[in-house]
């Protein structure tokens, strides 16, 4: 719909400010990162708002912009905006060397000139038509007949045309810079699409290059001067090996000769660029022109046959037996090849002998009726006889030896899908428009007309030529791929008028040009990758000499030629090129379609006429003439792309692009998070999906990196990975802290190979924080469920961050939550990922049952190399009426059932008198609390919170003995899965310990008396627990422990810690589990 605007102009009032020029100067270099970054908001680089070249005075002169001025800075006004759009020119936006202008200004550029037709039109039919076209047509059309050849060209143009249509849909969808096929598909399917596929091509254009040049030489050794041969034929049947070692050294000088001319300056191949165009159109101009003619006056270029079979004219000149002259018959040169001698009586060769010497005409002309003859296939195997159908032959008996005989032979086997592959280059070059597109006055309107218009034209020439070849020409020389049957002519040349010459020459210059425009694009493809930085090894090639020019990627690019030419096939180096081409065709066309199916705001091409559906079918095109052509190249062309792809994604450097893969990454994420469930998954899918809570430095700096090492070896890159953290503070003021902790997690993810997200959380209260990443991390039904944290160790400083009230309230949370918590002890003790145990324990005590996860865990852990040798082991603690046989069994078969290997112990643990060290480690912990607590407290709550504490240990003293030896016998709450005759029988055992308890309370010192002796009892679990597993596990590489929950009293949680510290004391590395309440573990399939 159109669009009015109205510019309304605006005076400035006041007086104009005047500035002096140094102050202005200093303010600028003072006021520079303010004025770029605003309100402290990093912004995404545009070309059009620039705020290093904003003049801060011009901006705001006046008042009438008064309310918007503290924004300008980053926000320009709308006219600044629209005269940098007027002076923008199409340099290349995004590109390393621009973006990293050391002069900080832009240069100058001559102003584009060219348009669509000497911009993109000529350049791509310069490029289309080739070597193919002059080389290898009329041999096609010959092998594959009019009708299969007729489908293998329209094939091929339909690809290329839909290709053409889907490349204008991208080109014209914004400012095309100079780049080509490699910048609008990096940009559209992102860096490790782009890298691979840029990479293809470039390979393709290189086997294209020795391509053209194995043309030159082919024209060059056989139609223009055939003494120029090296290698001379001395036997029958050498004569192809003997060529291709002619290929292969000729090819070697022209490929270092070329190679000296694009390096000593590219403008000389510019230059000669018309003279080729000129060649190729001639020689177009003069094949019509020679059908034309044929209509009334067909070209004499007699054939010679010997039955129905070809005989090649190198070796004789008079198609005959014999000749008579003076009433004398005289036996003919050929009489001497098939015969022992030139006597009459001689022994001859039985065919030879049987079948009598015919002539016929070569090119009969359009008004013969030879294409009813020439429209069905004549494919043959290698070393066949080229024949003619419908002619009369007397085959002999079995035939012997035929390689010296003068016949025409087939010089390859030949089959459908393999004159595919050897066609398809000659539709490549639609690519030459928009590689140019720097160049050109109007890119988004001069792309998509030019290469359309000339595929169009091109595709007509080649669907005409196949029609009027077979129209014009002789089914046997059509087949005869070197013209051996018309004196070793051309044989598109014995068509051409006015002379066989202006096909041989204008093809060898054409072939020539073709060449030199491969080696001179080639390298700077390949430049233009390595300066993108997203390949590394090939960074190298990024550097050439002063003036820009590509000399290291040349060098390369001269060696990979050299492969295609030591190959010195043409039919072989074809399909080779075909691939890379075809490969990038299909990915401009998946570009283009995800681009379309997406619906991404930025998708806007000025180009209308395409649809995803075409895009689909052009890919889908592209795809089947891959493994048409050769379906073992094809393998080995996308492992190639496959494993630049991979690389890339490995090693590459990180680059934003906006492309379209990423956006389909978001559709897809998008769709699997609505279809996933959010409910808890089944028991046989759950693992442990991590929030890891890290704790920063003042430095933003993670103080135990260990901890997202030993993240990594649990996970192995499975399952969802949270690495959160909390700043202290509130968010306008910490938004600076923010980004630098999130850089800083972020690259130590990387370094440790933790795949996750990572979620910085900034809280007036630590406290909160935690609460905050444990409520609202994840989305969806990818939540996490298991959080990993490291133990407090400085736990007994009040001022530590992470203080042991924090730590309580976590484990608290979590409970609440339903979520499984791992608590990592010494965590600074524990592996890196490069170190390797090569034999230990894992050790796993099972005191109370959390849903399998102490089970699970371990298993986790041995999957990854670090744990891999450590052999896993169960221990449970059995009570005084339990019978340990029977339970090591039943665990043997339980872990049996649950396929984990293990290694199975019952420790007994029988009940004995408290000891002195737990009341005196009891007596220390409630001393520690009275502190924690105090240092909590203000001055005057310290005062009275003394004096309680006084009068209460004044009335705990006068109290009866009898009152502390019944809080005494109450019974301890075990964690246990208890049965109903366990429970009855404890109950039984508890009233028989109260004579016990009052034993206990003689032996008591006077400090004893006042300790709450349900922390006695607890601390007196933790004691033996500790001493037990001391005895088994010292040595053990890991330990994991039932970590029980705190007290529902509050007033406890410092006694809590001094609990578990109890418990783990003397063991090295142990992580601390307590599970979330269900079962994650089971026996089933």
Request: charged share 20%.
């Amino acid at each position: 719909m159109p669009t009015s605007f109205t510019v309304v102009p605006v005076e400035a009032q006041g007086e104009e400010r005047q500035r002096d020029g140094q102050q202005r100067e200093e303010e600028d270099e003072g006021d520079e990162r303010d004025r770029c970054t605003g309100d402290g908001i990093s912004r995404e680089s545009s070309p059009f708002i620039n705020c290093a070249e904003l003049g801060r005075g011009s901006m705001y002169e006046g008042k009438n912009m008064a309310l918007f001025e503290e924004e300008m800075d980053s926000n320009p006004m709308v006219s600044s905006l629209l005269n940098k759009l007027a002076n923008y020119t199409n340099l290349t936006q995004g590109v390393v060397e621009h973006e990293a202008d050391e002069d900080s200004k832009r240069k100058e550029v001559k102003g584009p000139r060219m348009g669509t037709f000497i911009g993109v039109y000529l350049p791509c039919l310069q490029n289309i038509l080739g070597v193919i076209l002059f080389l290898r047509l009329t041999w096609i059309v010959g092998t594959a007949g009019v009708l299969e050849s007729f489908i293998i060209v329209f094939m091929c143009c339909a690809c290329t045309m839909l290709t053409a249509i889907s490349m204008s849909a991208i080109a014209t969808n914004g400012v095309v810079p100079a780049g080509g096929s490699y910048y609008m598909i990096s940009r559209s399917l992102g860096p490790e699409f782009g890298g691979a596929v840029g990479l293809c091509f470039y390979l393709g254009t290189t086997f294209a290059g020795a391509m053209y040049i194995l043309g030159t030489i082919e024209i060059l050794l056989t139609y223009i001067s055939p003494s120029a041969a090296i290698f001379k034929v001395t036997d029958a049947g050498e004569e192809t090996e003997a060529m291709l070692n002619n290929m292969r050294v000729y090819g070697t000088c022209i490929v270092i000769l070329m190679a000296i001319v694009v390096f000593v300056g590219v403008k000389y191949v510019n230059k000669l660029a018309l003279v080729f165009l000129a060649c190729v159109i001639l020689s177009i101009i003069a094949i019509y022109a020679g059908v034309i003619k044929t209509a009334f006056d067909p070209p004499d270029f007699p054939i010679c046959l010997l039955g129905n079979r070809t005989l090649s004219k190198r070796s004789f000149d008079v198609c005959a037996k014999f000749t008579e002259s003076n009433n004398e018959t005289k036996t003919t040169p050929l009489w001497l090849l098939f015969c022992d001698s030139s006597l009459l009586n001689a022994t001859c060769d039985e065919y030879f002998s049987l079948n009598n010497v015919t002539e016929i005409q070569g090119i009969p002309g359009i008004m013969s009726g030879v294409l009813t003859d020439n429209l069905w296939s004549a494919y043959s195997e290698k070393g066949s006889i080229v024949e003619k159908k419908d002619q009369p032959s007397l085959a002999g008996s079995e035939e012997s030896k035929m390689g010296g005989l003068p016949y025409v032979f087939t010089d390859i086997m030949t089959y459908f899908t393999m004159l595919v592959g050897i066609y398809f280059p000659s539709v490549t070059g639609i690519m030459a428009g928009s590689n140019r597109s720097g160049d050109l006055k109007d890119a988004q309107k001069s792309i998509p007309t030019g290469t359309i218009l000339a595929i169009s034209t091109t595709s007509f020439i080649y669907l005409s030529c196949i029609v009027l070849f077979g129209a014009c020409i002789e089914g046997v020389i059509l087949r005869d791929k070197f013209g051996e049957a018309v004196n070793g002519n051309l044989v598109v040349g014995t068509l051409a008028w006015p002379s066989p010459w202006v096909i041989v020459i204008g093809s060898f210059f054409s072939t020539c040009g073709a060449g030199l425009q491969s080696l001179t694009g080639a390298p700077r493809l390949l430049q233009a990758i390595a300066r993108d930085g997203i390949v590394p090894f090939i960074q190298i090639f990024g550097h050439g000499k002063a003036n820009g020019e590509p000399t290291w990627a040349l060098l390369l690019t001269v060696g990979i030629c050299e492969i295609g030419i030591l190959i010195a096939s043409l039919d072989s180096v074809a399909p080779i090129l075909s691939m890379f081409f075809l490969m990038c065709y299909m990915f401009v066309n998946l570009a283009c379609a995800v681009q379309t199916l997406l619906r991404t705001p930025n998708w806007r091409p000025r180009f209308k006429y395409y649809h995803w559906t075409l895009s689909f079918v052009g890919m889908s095109l592209c795809l089947a003439l891959m493994f048409i052509c050769s379906w073992y190249y094809a393998l080995i062309a996308m492992l190639i792309a496959g494993c630049i792809y991979k690389y890339i994604e490995y090693r590459g450097a990180e680059k934003e692009w906006g492309d379209g893969i990423r956006g389909l990454s978001l559709n897809a994420a998008r769709y699997a998070l609505l279809r996933v469930e959010d409910g808890p998954p089944h028991t046989k899918n759950w693992r442990p999906q991590l929030l890891v809570l890290l704790n920063l430095d003042n430095e933003q700096l993670v103080k135990h990196p260990r901890l997202l090492s030993f993240t990594s070896q649990l996970k192995a890159g499975k399952g969802l990975t949270i690495v959160g953290s909390v700043l202290q503070g509130i968010y306008l003021d910490k938004c600076t802290e923010t980004h630098k902790a999130e850089e800083n997690v972020k690259a130590l993810m990387g370094i440790e190979k933790t795949k996750g997200f990572c979620q910085i959380v900034v809280s007036p209260n630590f406290r909160d924080g935690i609460s905050y990443l444990i409520q609202s991390a994840g989305l969806g039904g990818m939540k996490h469920n298991t959080v990993l944290m490291a133990w407090p160790q400085s736990w007994k400083q009040a001022e530590n961050h992470f203080s042991w009230k924090n730590f309580v309230d976590t484990v608290r949370e979590t409970t609440s939550a339903q979520q499984a918590l791992l608590v990592a002890k010494n965590i600074d003790l524990f592996p890196t990922n490069q170190e390797r145990f090569t034999e230990g324990n894992i050790d796993v005590w099972w005191i109370v049952h959390d849903g399998g996860m102490l089970m699970l865990l371990p298993f986790l852990l041995r999957q990854h190399k670090v744990w891999r040798k450590c052999k896993m082991r169960i221990f449970t603690v059995a009570q005084m009426d339990d019978n340990s046989i029977q339970m090591k069994k039943d665990l043997q078969m339980f872990l049996y059932h649950l396929r984990l290997n293990a290694q199975v112990e019952v420790v007994e643990m029988f009940e004995n008198d408290i000891s002195a060290f737990t009341y005196e480690k009891t007596l220390m912990m409630e001393q520690r609390s009275q502190m924690l607590k105090q240092m909590q407290l203000s001055k005057n709550e310290r005062e009275r919170e003394a004096q309680l504490i006084h009068d209460k240990n004044t009335a705990s003293r006068s109290a009866p003995a009898v009152e502390a030896s019944v809080a005494a016998a109450v019974p301890e709450k075990v964690q246990m899965t208890w049965t109903k005759e366990k429970f009855v029988a404890e109950k039984h055992k508890n009233k028989d310990s109260n004579v016990s308890g009052f034993k206990d309370i003689f032996n008591m010192k006077p400090e004893w008396e006042n300790l709450n002796q349900s922390n006695v009892r607890r601390m007196h679990t933790a004691v033996k627990l500790n001493g037990v597993v001391l005895n088994k596990s010292q040595h053990a590489q890991l330990v994991l422990l039932n970590m029980p929950g705190p007290p529902k009293n509050r007033k406890g949680d410092e006694n809590y810690m001094e609990f578990l510290e109890v418990l783990t004391e003397g063991l090295d590395r142990v992580l601390l589990v307590r599970g979330s309440g269900r079962e994650v573990i089971t026996i089933y399939s």
